[in-house]
């Protein structure tokens, strides 16, 4: 599927498989074999986004399970919010994460 070919929408929802994400899970994290679908999401959206000069998607939501926040010690939501950002600005710099408490997301909450 291509982002240049399909008729734009104003929102992309998608999700990627949890099991590498969720806490029940082996704890792959976005490296693991079955979060490529999110690679796959973001490339779409950038194609769109470029096929229509920036105008859509206008949002895009993903969904998955709350490990996704703790995996690779927070790394990987760092990573998705930071690839999600990169699709309007490819030079943006994301801050990691911080829990409740002011330190580092990387607990298993």
Known sequence: MSGYTIPPVDVIT??????DL??????????GER??????????????RY????????????????GAFSSNKGEDFHAVLQSLCRVIDP?????????ARGGGGGGDH
């Open 14 to 19: 998608f999700g990627s498989p949890c099991q």
């Open 22 to 31: 969720s806490i029940a899970g082996k704890r792959a994290g976005m490296a």
């Open 35 to 48: 979060s490529g679908l999110f690679s796959e999401a973001v490339r779409i959206i950038r194609e769109m």
């Open 51 to 66: 096929a229509t000069f920036g105008a859509y998607p206008k949002y895009a939501i993903w969904e998955n399970v709350p």
């Open 91 to 99: 030079a943006a710099v994301i801050p990691i994460p911080t829990d």
